[in-house]
């Protein structure tokens, strides 16, 4: 945490980084009293990181029963992702063009790094490696607006996206898909990289439905729990 931020700041960048990275899954209860305990804290911090948490969307605070991390309902988590598809679009049109050789080479050791995380199986790992592989298109897109706008988008998504990957056979399926918007870009194709990652970030049909799934399996856990 940055320890030029205030307090209430830092407790707000810890809850969502536990929130973007599934550790506090959609629809977890936020109960002053232990958030106050576990960081050592009054209540008035936690108050203020979770009012501001609640004007961005990722809370919801419920009168009478306290805060809970926001739960999107299917339409408005299919809008989010159809905009987080054209925003890659566009990063991918742009760094196709833009990007110079040492890059391209960043991204494809990012690439090589998601697919030995595939090749073990391990979604958590090709989670974070695959975070960073997206970055590296934002930045390759050299335009800092756009960058931005997909970062916060992502950001957002954290928790749906990285649900995605436990669905059975998603890891292969996702790789491929960026060997596809890799091919793209190395050739300095625009228009190919932009679909190559429009259909990697859209989530239709199926893939909607097993997102879904899973979904309501997490929260099924944590009502259980």
Known sequence: MDKSLSLADRLRESIEEDIATGELPPGAPLDEAELTQRFGVSRTPVREALMQLASAGMVDIRHRRGAAVAQLGPQRLIEMFEVMAELEAMCGRHAARRMPAEALAALEAAHLACEAARNAGDADAYYHLNETFHHQIYAGSHSGFLCEQATTLHRRLR?????????????????SEHQAVVDAIQAGDGERAAQALRRHVMVQGERFADLMAALAQLQTTTAEA
């Open 159 to 175: 928790p749906y996206r990285r649900l995605q990957l436990r669905v059975k056979g998603r890891l292969q399926a996702s790789y």
